[in-house]
């Protein structure tokens, strides 16, 4: 018997940062469906692998990754989840959280990176300004946002009451 055995997860959308945290519920033993995951590159498609169709009323926690704008354009904001399962956990997981005056800006991996201060340990010291930064190999901002969001996730399935946890991507990098 694995350790999340009976843990009903849905993971709305494509975005990496949510699929990895489904990945890792899904390898702990929980049931995970998808609704909208992409399956377009090679990593997409080994996050995804094993991943039924899912639907938001049946689960006990719920990954959603986007900001404030684009989880309301997709239905998938805090409301209207709440309102589809009243019982579930929700983890929303964005660049720079749900609320802030950044919580709608873009962001990329290596933006990521930049702006939580990481990338000065990666680098070190940059003595010429001109020249323009490269991208660390992987998608790091993806992998550690994901992997708070399912810790954070864990945690939050063993409180009495439904949580929110809102899993800003910038924060878990720094």
């Known amino acids: ?11 709305l959308g494509d975005g990496l940062a949510a699929a990895v945290c489904g990945r890792l519920f899904a390898d702990a033993g ?17 996050l995804n692998h094993g991943k039924g169709p899912g639907t938001i009323a049946g689960a006990d926690l719920i990954v959603a990754e986007g900001g404030p ?5 997709r239905g998938y904001h805090e409301a209207a989840l709440r309102q589809a399962n009243p019982n579930a956990v929700i ?19 290596l933006t990521m990176i930049c702006a939580s201060g990481i990338a000065r340990l990666l680098t070190g010291q940059v003595d010429d300004l001109g020249e323009p930064p490269i991208r660390p190999v992987g998608h790091q901002s993806a ?3 994901g992997l708070a969001a399912a810790c954070a996730g864990m945690q939050a399935v063993q409180a009495p009451a439904p949580a929110v946890v809102d899993v800003s991507i910038q924060d878990a990098l720094s």
């Not at 018997?1 to 993971?11: A, D, E, K, P």
């Not at 998808?34 to 990593?43: D, K």
């Not at 983890?91 to 873009?106: R, T």
């Open 1 to 11: 018997m694995s350790v999340l055995t009976g843990l009903r997860v849905v993971q």
């Open 30 to 46: 929980a049931s995970v469906g998808t609704i909208g995951a992409a399956s377009g590159t090679p990593l997409e498609t080994y």
């Open 69 to 73: 704008a684009a989880l309301r354009a």
């Open 91 to 109: 983890v929303l997981i964005s660049p720079y959280g749900q609320v802030g005056p950044q919580a709608d800006a873009p962001a990329t991996d």
């Open 143 to 145: 992998f550690l946002g």
